[in-house]
């Protein structure tokens, strides 16, 4: 596949590392020598300096022959006038990264597609929904929902209090288990389990089930003393805070802390006051955290723009006795670190924006995918076409590849688990886990 680049900025240098080692012919277009400097010789790409907004930088580039194009630098009127510019120069398809949630007013859509901007991509709406996804379950480090719950991912982090510890798999998981565990992150490996793997203190067990087995895991996995959320921090009074206050449960109580008081003015503005109040503040300051109620504070979320200060933040929090923290971490060798860490839910914006691309550029009918940072693997959602190989065979004799295992589908609206005797139909929504492996290789037994 033709793919074209504008932008190396987080999310376009990100996606294009992701890939050139996919095999596919990419081109990252930037005017910055220095930012183009650092992927010339690691990555197979293509790499061209040169304006932007330039019609010739386009030509040079092939984007005639583009199977897709992404907009993804700074400018987001930029983003969008190339993205028409490309699809009208013949461009397949086109993404724009924006930044401002205007534009994902449903009525718009039709209007841009008109356009030739097929899909828009805004980073902090992703991130928005990640956060607040995590805040509904204060127990679960990660969350990912299929077809609206039918089926549900959760990742957990196991402590002592989990009664499942050191046990077989095979004793654990049978067939007419209401879960499977499709993976599990053990220090800094990620291990896609067998029936003699055991779960041990400190991994992070990803857990597949349906939703009305949730309080089941929660109970097997000793976490029934974590306290529900009500009362949440955030920290830092960017965009992403201030989509996630429109997406925030009503019954949650939100204080925003910003360092900045000309943006706390605006956010007076932005945010209503019945959803969130904002405090002109540093979140680290530990007076400031006791005076605003930190000890009744069930989450708190540190998303400045700076990672060793949402690290720090949380390490404050969690110091303080708040059980659940979330923190924006962009760069991913401080990702790694803040698991060591043990933060808790870390957020990353280029790895969703990434993941939510990505799933343009696969022949098969998929979508939702996720790129697991805390497991740097990917799950996604396939739709089983009539004569695929998925449909072929059971489960076991599919031959998936290494590093691949499928946690569960969706048939006509209901979640089912999984397992090697399972008969994979047309129309089936299936989730598949992959540690380790190019992702087009999965596509093929579902197309």
Same mark, same amino acid.
């Given at each position: 596949?033709?793919?074209?680049?504008?932008?190396?900025?987080?999310?376009?240098?990100?996606?294009?590392?992701?890939?050139?080692?996919?095999?596919?012919?990419?081109?990252?277009?930037?005017?910055?020598?220095?930012?183009?400097?650092?992927?010339?010789?690691?990555?197979?790409?293509?790499?061209?300096?040169?304006?932007?907004?330039?019609?010739?930088?386009?030509?040079?580039?092939? =984007?005639?022959?583009?199977?897709?194009? +992404?907009?993804?630098?700074? $400018?987001?009127? /930029?983003? *969008? !006038?190339?993205?028409?510019?490309?699809?009208?120069?013949?461009?397949?398809?086109?993404?724009?990264?924006?930044?401002?949630?205007?534009?994902?007013?449903?009525?718009?859509?039709?209007?841009?597609?008109?356009?030739?901007?097929?899909?828009?991509?805004?980073?902090?709406?992703?991130?928005?929904?990640?956060?607040?996804?995590?805040?509904?379950?204060?127990?679960?480090?990660?969350?990912?929902?299929?077809?609206?719950?039918?089926?549900?991912?959760?990742?957990?982090?196991?402590?002592?209090?989990?009664?499942?510890?050191?046990?077989?798999?095979?004793?654990?998981?049978?067939?007419?288990?209401?879960?499977?565990?499709?993976? =599990?992150?053990?220090?800094?490996?990620? +291990?896609?389990?067998?029936? $003699?793997?055991? /779960?041990? *203190? !400190?991994?992070?067990?990803?857990?597949?089930?349906?939703?009305?087995?949730?309080?089941?895991?929660?109970?097997?996995?000793?976490?029934?003393?974590?306290?529900?959320?009500?009362?949440?921090?955030?920290?830092?009074?960017?965009?992403?805070?201030?989509?996630?206050?429109?997406?925030?449960?009503?019954?949650?109580?939100?204080?925003?802390?910003?360092?900045?008081?000309?943006?706390?003015?605006?956010?007076?503005?932005?945010?209503?006051?019945?959803?969130?109040?904002?405090?002109?503040?540093?979140?680290?300051?530990?007076?400031?955290?006791?005076?605003?109620?930190?000890?009744?504070?069930?989450?708190?979320?540190?998303?400045?723009?700076?990672?060793?200060?949402?690290?720090?933040?949380?390490?404050?929090?969690?110091?303080?006795?708040?059980?659940?923290?979330?923190?924006?971490?962009?760069?991913?060798?401080?990702?790694?670190?803040?698991?060591?860490?043990?933060?808790?839910?870390?957020?990353?914006?280029?790895?969703?924006?990434?993941?939510?691309?990505?799933?343009?550029?696969?022949?098969?009918?998929?979508?939702?995918?996720?790129?697991?940072?805390?497991?740097?693997?990917?799950?996604?959602?396939?739709?089983?076409?009539?004569?695929?190989?998925?449909?072929?065979?059971?489960?076991?004799?599919?031959?998936?590849?290494?590093?691949?295992?499928?946690?569960?589908?969706?048939?006509?609206?209901?979640?089912?688990?999984?397992?090697?005797?399972?008969?994979?139909?047309?129309?089936?929504?299936?989730?598949?886990?992959?540690?380790?492996?190019?992702?087009?290789?999965?596509?093929?037994?579902?197309?």
């Amino acid at each position: 596949m033709k793919i074209i680049i504008l932008g190396a900025y987080a999310i376009g240098t990100h996606l294009a590392k992701l890939l050139s080692r996919n095999n596919h012919d990419t081109v990252l277009i930037d005017s910055d020598e220095e930012r183009l400097a650092n992927l010339n010789s690691d990555y197979d790409l293509m790499t061209i300096q040169a304006s932007a907004s330039k019609l010739q930088t386009l030509r040079d580039a092939g =984007v005639n022959n583009a199977d897709l194009f +992404i907009a993804v630098t700074q $400018d987001e009127a /930029l983003n *969008l !006038n190339m993205c028409m510019l490309a699809h009208a120069l013949g461009a397949k398809r086109t993404v724009a990264k924006v930044d401002n949630s205007e534009y994902l007013n449903p009525k718009l859509k039709e209007i841009y597609s008109n356009l030739g901007v097929s899909s828009l991509i805004y980073p902090e709406n992703l991130a928005a929904k990640d956060i607040v996804n995590g805040l509904k379950m204060s127990w679960v480090r990660q969350r990912w929902d299929v077809h609206e719950g039918a089926l549900v991912m959760l990742g957990i982090k196991l402590r002592d209090t989990c009664e499942i510890l050191n046990e077989p798999l095979k004793d654990l998981c049978k067939p007419e288990s209401p879960y499977h565990i499709v993976a =599990v992150k053990r220090g800094a490996e990620t +291990i896609i389990p067998r029936g $003699d793997d055991v /779960l041990q *203190l !400190n991994d992070i067990a990803y857990f597949m089930t349906t939703r009305n087995y949730i309080p089941y895991i929660r109970r097997i996995v000793g976490k029934e003393h974590y306290v529900d959320v009500k009362n949440v921090m955030i920290m830092g009074g960017g965009a992403t805070a201030v989509r996630a206050t429109t997406m925030i449960p009503e019954y949650m109580n939100v204080k925003i802390i910003e360092a900045d008081e000309a943006r706390c003015d605006k956010l007076n503005e932005l945010i209503d006051t019945d959803v969130a109040m904002v405090i002109h503040g540093d979140g680290r300051d530990l007076g400031l955290l006791t005076e605003e109620g930190i000890k009744n504070t069930q989450a708190f979320v540190a998303i400045t723009g700076n990672a060793e200060t949402n690290i720090l933040a949380c390490l404050t929090a969690k110091r303080m006795g708040v059980r659940k923290t979330v923190a924006m971490v962009e760069n991913f060798d401080y990702a790694s670190m803040a698991e060591s860490l043990d933060i808790g839910t870390i957020i990353n914006k280029k790895a969703l924006a990434a993941s939510y691309i990505y799933q343009m550029m696969l022949d098969a009918d998929v979508n939702n995918i996720r790129f697991l940072m805390s497991a740097n693997a990917d799950v996604a959602e396939f739709t089983a076409q009539p004569g695929s190989k998925v449909t072929r065979k059971k489960v076991f004799e599919l031959g998936l590849p290494k590093g691949t295992t499928i946690g569960g589908l969706v048939r006509n609206g209901e979640g089912q688990l999984v397992s090697g005797g399972t008969q994979i139909q047309a129309g089936d929504s299936v989730v598949v886990f992959c540690y380790d492996i190019n992702m087009s290789k999965i596509e093929k037994f579902f197309r």
